[in-house]
């Protein structure tokens, strides 16, 4: 308990706030790895997930590359491109981005799929078509799936953006807790594991939060009630 | 050339154990994992109140970064296998609590009356009658933990185990393409085999449902 007692105090060392290796430096660092990550990430997943729940075409493939996604390790996936590309932040960045993609890819595309056929077809009697069908209609129902993969791609991007301290030896809080297990330093390590948990954790919330603004009050509720329905016949 | 294969063909040995490494340090936290999920869905089960808190405390502390976990492990346990254990099996808690307490949940309510009705007692109608019924719903939480799990193990490499993650980590300290990729490719196919073997389970102890 000590040690966790000496890493909260790393933290508010004032020491550790200022020049090379300052707190704020590496947290905009790591925010900043996994911004970009997500942002890119994002630009391709999700309108493949759209195109493919959207028409039906090619479904599988998202579903197996959200599989593969989960089968192969994070690890590997930064280790290899760091080899490959050579050190700095490319690699880093380069390996996040494939790591955001299948969540988010795998939950649009079951999100847009999964729209109740009764609305479409119903949309599609009252003249809905293609590219407003999908923006009016299959987008905002299939809203809070894409969210859960946003969400989903966010913890982990922020989680193994934490190799890049040791892998393509670039910035992040990671730094701290790779320096720290190098320098038998464990406050720094604990500070390090602190700070990376809080930022993950206040991304999640933070999402959750936009999730629950962004998502019609009447369709959350919607959803929530037809969630109780099913759990009480269950009961 | 990416893969050197003749290295492969001298180090054969070795990327066996490194097989079997990521295997003891897969298999214990799923085991444990799915203990403590039992244990926590039972009791959700007779505290609903229990339930909201319990899944939400789990997904907050999936979200703390693994490498971040064993780390703050470092000061209780020490660099050990417990440490890995430790944080492997609080991952898994997040799949399988929800998994089995659903899985419990959907037994028709026809059938869990008539086992009371047949005189089963409360221990008796959850072994032989709510667990079977469940068991397709409890296996597909087992196999999503498990693929996890096998992936999570590589990172166990930062202290001082990992497995395959122990050759991915290795190839790069060296800059060697073939041994991450033999790591890499490794970690993918056990996720991969673990994951067929146990839908297969699925569908053995469960033949009358084959969609799940």
């Not at chain 1, 992040?172 to 406050?187: A, N």
């Not at chain 2, 007779?46 to 703390?64: D, E, H």
């Not at chain 2, 019924?133 to 202290?159: M, Q, Y």
Request: glycine share 10%.
């Amino acid at each position: 308990m000590e040690v966790f007692v000496e890493g909260v105090l790393w933290i508010f060392d004032p020491d550790n706030w200022s020049g090379i290796n300052a707190i704020p430096d590496r947290v905009r660092e790591h925010v900043f790895y996994a911004v970009v990550a997500l942002v890119v990430g994002a630009a391709i997943a999700v309108p493949i997930g759209l195109w493919t729940g959207h028409t039906g075409r090619l479904g599988n493939l998202a579903i197996n590359i959200g599989n593969l996604g989960r089968a192969i390790p994070d690890l590997g996936i930064v280790a290899i491109a760091a080899v490959l590309i050579g050190f700095g932040i490319l690699p880093v960045i380069l390996a996040l981005i494939a790591l955001a993609i299948p969540p988010m890819l795998t939950n649009t595309y079951t999100g847009v799929r999964g729209v109740d056929a009764d609305v479409r077809d119903c949309a599609v009697g009252l003249g809905f078509t293609g590219w407003r069908l999908l923006r009016q209609v299959e987008i905002p129902l299939a809203l809070p799936l894409i969210f859960t993969g946003l969400r989903v791609s966010t913890v982990q991007v922020i989680a193994t953006a934490t190799i890049s301290g040791f892998i393509g030896r670039a910035g992040g809080l990671g730094r701290y807790i790779f320096d720290g297990l190098s320098m038998f330093d464990t406050p720094r390590v604990v500070a390090g594991a602190i700070l990376v948990a809080l930022l993950g954790v206040l991304a999640d919330v933070g999402l959750a939060r936009l999730q629950r603004a962004v998502i019609p009050k009447g369709y959350a509720a919607a959803l929530a009630e037809r969630e109780a329905a099913t759990t009480a016949t269950r009961a | 050339m990416l893969i050197n294969w003749e290295w492969i063909g001298r180090n054969l040995g070795s990327i066996g154990d490194s097989v079997t490494e990521h295997l003891v340090l897969t298999a214990p936290p799923v085991v444990f994992g799915f203990i403590v999920s039992f244990g926590l869905a039972l009791l959700a089960r007779r505290y609903r109140g229990l339930y909201q808190p319990l899944v939400r405390s789990t997904g907050v502390l999936f979200a703390v970064p693994s490498l971040a976990f064993f780390a703050l492990l470092i000061p209780f346990l020490g660099l050990s296998r417990a440490n890995a254990y430790v944080a492997l099996t609080v991952y898994t808690l997040i799949v399988l609590l929800p998994n089995i307490v659903e899985g419990l949940d959907g037994v028709p309510a026809d059938v869990t009356e008539a086992a009371d009705a047949m005189g089963f007692s409360a221990v008796k109608r959850l072994l032989k009658v709510e667990l079977p019924l469940a068991l397709p719903v409890i296996i597909a939480g087992l196999r999503i933990a498990t693929v996890t799990i096998i992936g999570l193990v590589t990172i166990t490499a930062f202290i001082g185990f990992g497995g395959l993650g122990a050759d991915i980590l290795t190839g790069y300290n060296r800059a060697f393409p073939t041994q991450i990729v033999v790591g890499v490719t490794l970690t993918a196919v056990l996720s991969i085999v673990a994951d067929v073997a146990l839908l297969g389970l699925q569908r053995a102890v469960a033949p009358w449902r084959q969609e799940v």
